[in-house]
């Protein structure tokens, strides 16, 4: 890796620790903040719905931004988003808001999250190719998935210690200081390489051609299809399954104040996540297809789930928290490495937003959903729903495998070779 593509990765490392950090502060903590607040379990995850319904409408606005601004505008209108709303959700909980007004908040920082969805991605493999890097990009991304695991790891933790010493809302100050610092990094750090904002058209051109562009490469294509559509499955399995698991474990533990458990669960998520990143550069040992270890991905995290479920004693409950949140953070980058390796760059930031589209449109069906069986049955139940919601994944998945995408083989050593198109 010459000096130009060393600074890119760096930086890309930098923001997406940076970020992670910034974020994670409340991740421990937030559906017991939204409990305090004076929401029952269903409006918990309802608001959280919200948020991703937010992500489902503002999805293919902002991928216009990163493909017609630049990528670097839209991770800082995203940084920017996230602290305004920071900022209200702290105020609503203050207040004790109603829940239309939850509902609002949550779905403007669903909008943060969209600024930032495939545009960072597509900077990266955009200022990679201009760099002349050429080798495959799953250890690349596997590095920022480890980045981002010690960040949710000490920010998770942090939070939820924090937390338990003062009170739900003091990680949230915290999250709005963080946010301040990634905006200033980002904005003397990042710049967009390999990339030239579209000008002269207007936006309504604009949104007519990139999202033309979106179906011809995202839906058209039947490796991307498939993967969306097993996406739409288990996006609203991974939030709801990790938020979830904050008063579960809590339930489970027979102290609903203790707080610093909550960010301790967290953080095994986050743990896992560091070694899920660490396990991808030994997959093409057990591996030859991407799409296989995906598959094998679907099927450990179902099982995970459906134990979770079932044994209902806290520390086996931590066993298979951390067992599922390991298959799911080794699929993460290589499941990232073989849609890019697909889309051409002019459509990547929008594709890649239309597919965190179709993860974030099964969380708003499924949240709500979810969120009402662990009311009325107990959360067992609702894990037990999830395991076989995250199973529905496992047929689309074959079927792209079926499709024999050119970035399906994962190669090793000196044949290693990733052509962005």
Same mark, same amino acid.
């Given at each position: 890796?010459?000096?130009?593509?060393?600074?890119?990765?760096?930086?890309?490392?930098? +923001?997406? *620790?940076?970020? /992670? =950090?910034? !974020?994670?502060? &409340?991740?421990?903590?937030?559906?017991?903040? $939204?409990?305090? %607040? @004076?929401?029952?379990?269903?409006?918990?995850?309802?608001?959280?719905?919200?948020?991703?319904?937010?992500?489902?409408?503002?999805?293919?606005?902002?991928?216009?931004?990163?493909?017609?601004?630049?990528?670097?505008?839209?991770?800082?209108?995203?940084?920017?988003?996230?602290?305004?709303?920071?900022?209200?959700?702290?105020?609503?909980?203050?207040?004790?808001?109603?829940?239309?007004?939850?509902?609002?908040?949550?779905?403007? +920082?669903? *909008?943060?999250? /969209? =600024?930032? !969805?495939?545009? &960072?991605?597509?900077?990266?493999?955009?200022? $990679?190719?201009? %760099? @002349?890097?050429?080798?495959?990009?799953?250890?690349?991304?596997?590095?920022?998935?480890?980045?981002?695991?010690?960040?949710?790891?000490?920010?998770?933790?942090?939070?939820?210690?924090?937390?338990?010493?003062?009170?739900?809302?003091?990680?949230?100050?915290?999250?709005?200081?963080?946010?301040?610092?990634?905006?200033?990094?980002?904005?003397?750090?990042?710049?967009?390489?390999?990339?030239?904002?579209?000008?002269?058209?207007? +936006?309504?051109?604009?949104?007519?051609?990139?999202?033309?562009?979106?179906?011809?490469?995202?839906?058209?294509?039947?490796?991307?299809?498939?993967?969306?559509?097993?996406?739409?499955?288990?996006?609203?399995?991974?939030?709801?399954?990790?938020?979830?698991?904050?008063?579960?474990?809590?339930?489970?533990?027979?102290?609903?104040?203790?707080?610093?458990?909550?960010?301790?669960?967290?953080?095994?998520?986050?743990?896992?996540?560091?070694?899920?990143?660490?396990?991808?550069?030994?997959?093409?040992?057990?591996?030859?297809?991407?799409?296989?270890?995906?598959?094998?991905?679907?099927?450990?995290?179902?099982?995970?789930?459906?134990?979770?479920?079932?044994?209902?004693?806290?520390?086996?409950?931590?066993?298979?928290?951390?067992?599922?949140?390991?298959?799911?953070?080794?699929?993460?980058?290589?499941?990232?490495?073989?849609?890019?390796?697909?889309?051409?760059?002019?459509?990547?930031?929008?594709?890649?937003?239309?597919?965190?589209?179709?993860?974030?449109?099964?969380?708003?069906?499924?949240?709500?959903?979810?969120?009402?069986?662990?009311?009325?049955?107990?959360?067992?139940?609702?894990?037990?729903?999830?395991?076989?919601?995250?199973?529905?994944?496992?047929?689309?998945?074959?079927?792209?495998?079926?499709?024999?995408?050119?970035?399906?083989?994962?190669?090793?050593?000196?044949?290693?070779?990733?052509?962005?198109?």
């Amino acid at each position: 890796m010459n000096d130009a593509a060393t600074k890119i990765v760096r930086t890309y490392i930098s +923001l997406t *620790l940076l970020s /992670t =950090f910034a !974020s994670s502060f &409340i991740w421990g903590i937030n559906t017991l903040f $939204l409990l305090d %607040a @004076g929401l029952s379990i269903t409006e918990a995850f309802a608001a959280n719905a919200f948020f991703t319904v937010g992500q489902v409408i503002f999805e293919v606005p902002t991928g216009v931004v990163a493909d017609t601004r630049g990528r670097r505008t839209s991770f800082l209108l995203g940084t920017g988003t996230l602290f305004v709303t920071t900022v209200l959700y702290l105020w609503l909980w203050q207040v004790k808001g109603p829940f239309w007004a939850w509902a609002v908040v949550s779905a403007f +920082l669903g *909008l943060g999250f /969209t =600024f930032f !969805s495939g545009a &960072i991605e597509a900077w990266l493999v955009d200022g $990679l190719k201009a %760099a @002349g890097y050429d080798g495959d990009l799953d250890p690349v991304f596997a590095q920022g998935s480890i980045a981002a695991g010690v960040a949710m790891l000490t920010g998770t933790v942090a939070g939820g210690v924090i937390a338990q010493f003062t009170n739900l809302g003091v990680p949230y100050l915290m999250r709005i200081a963080a946010l301040l610092v990634t905006f200033s990094l980002a904005f003397f750090l990042m710049h967009d390489e390999g990339f030239k904002a579209k000008k002269g058209a207007s +936006l309504k051109d604009e949104v007519r051609d990139i999202v033309s562009g979106s179906i011809e490469f995202g839906y058209r294509s039947a490796p991307i299809r498939w993967m969306m559509i097993a996406g739409l499955f288990s996006g609203g399995v991974g939030i709801f399954g990790f938020y979830a698991m904050q008063p579960y474990l809590l339930e489970l533990y027979g102290d609903p104040n203790s707080y610093a458990v909550a960010g301790v669960s967290a953080s095994i998520v986050a743990g896992a996540q560091i070694v899920g990143g660490m396990l991808v550069k030994y997959s093409s040992r057990i591996f030859r297809l991407r799409t296989s270890l995906l598959m094998a991905s679907v099927v450990i995290s179902s099982v995970a789930l459906l134990v979770i479920g079932l044994v209902g004693n806290f520390w086996l409950v931590l066993v298979f928290l951390a067992i599922w949140a390991v298959a799911w953070s080794a699929s993460v980058p290589v499941r990232q490495a073989y849609v890019n390796g697909i889309v051409p760059s002019e459509q990547r930031a929008t594709v890649l937003s239309a597919d965190n589209l179709l993860a974030s449109l099964g969380g708003v069906i499924s949240q709500p959903g979810l969120g009402r069986v662990a009311e009325v049955w107990g959360y067992p139940a609702s894990y037990v729903a999830t395991s076989a919601l995250q199973l529905l994944a496992m047929p689309f998945v074959a079927l792209a495998k079926r499709d024999n995408a050119r970035s399906d083989k994962i190669k090793h050593g000196e044949d290693q070779s990733f052509q962005a198109t």
